[in-house]
């Protein structure tokens, strides 16, 4: 098991250089969970596609109705003294500090390509 962030979720479910990367992290470990903000988050990133013409509503709804069901049953609550700490020993925001926090309650890896993150909390 292993946690993703949104990014991770985003490169795999929709077209992007880092698509290919994404699909063999899933070959690796298929086992991915994520805070329940990934939701939000991914609606965001769906929209930004949408927005920019590179899908449209249908590939968006698409797109997030797989997202949604890989993802059942595999979200999980963050404690917020533990995200609040995180944050506030690191330049990251809350948000990211919600992943930071579930990898670190389920004792298991982050795997993100956010650089900040990546700075802030190396192992």
Known sequence: MIVVDTNILAHFWLPSDHTELC??????????????????????????????????LSEALQVSEKAENQMKDREFHVNSIQVYNFAEKSDCSSYDCEFISLAEDLDTKLITMNKQILRSFPE
């Open 23 to 56: 699909d063999q992290l899933f070959q690796w470990d298929p086992d991915w969970v994520a805070p329940v903000l990934w939701k939000s988050e991914f609606r965001n990133v769906v929209f930004l596609y949408m927005r920019k013409k590179l899908i449209d």
